[in-house]
Nanobody
Framework: QVQLVESGGGLVQAGDSLRLSCTAS????????MGWFRQAPGKEREFVAR????????YYVDSVKGRFTISRNNAKNTVYLQMNSLKPEDTAIYYC?????????????????WGQGTQVTVSS
C-alpha cells in the first residue's frame, strides 16, 4: 500500500502560478504511475495529468496543455504539478493518485490509491 499527501494549494489570482506536491509513503514509489485529478464544486472528478514510473512519459487533458507540467522525483517519493497561467476555471480540489496497474492512466478507475486533496482557488 501507499499513502499520499498533497500540499501546495492556495488562493491565487488569474495568471499566477502554483506548484502542487504529492509525497508518498513506502519504498516502492518508483513502481507506481502517478496521476493528478481535480474536482470543481458540483462537477465530476476529472483527469488532469499523469506520469509513468520512469517519468519519461506524460499526458495531459487538453485544457491544461502548455500550462501545467507533471514531474516526479523518485528519490524523494514525490510527484509535482507545476501550474502556470492559472485561470478561474482551474479552481478545484486537486487530488493525486497512484497505481501499479498498466493502462493509459487517464481514468479514475485506473487508480488504487488517493490523497486527501488540496484546494486551489483562482480569482479573476
Amino acid at each position: 500500500q501507499v499513502q499520499l499527501v498533497e500540499s501546495g494549494g492556495g488562493l491565487v489570482q488569474a495568471g499566477d502560478s502554483l506548484r502542487l506536491s504529492c509525497t508518498a509513503s513506502g519504498r516502492t514509489f518508483s513502481s507506481y504511475a502517478m496521476g493528478w485529478f481535480r474536482q470543481a464544486p458540483g462537477k465530476e472528478r476529472e483527469f488532469v495529468a499523469r506520469i509513468l514510473r520512469s517519468g519519461g512519459s506524460t499526458y495531459y487533458v487538453d485544457s491544461v496543455k502548455g500550462r501545467f507540467t507533471i514531474s516526479r522525483n523518485n528519490a524523494k517519493n514525490t510527484v509535482y504539478l507545476q501550474m502556470n497561467s492559472l485561470k478561474p476555471e482551474d479552481t478545484a480540489i486537486y487530488y493525486c493518485a497512484a497505481t501499479q496497474r498498466l493502462g493509459p492512466g487517464t481514468s479514475r478507475s485506473g487508480y488504487d490509491y488517493w490523497g486527501q486533496g488540496t484546494q486551489v482557488t483562482v480569482s479573476s
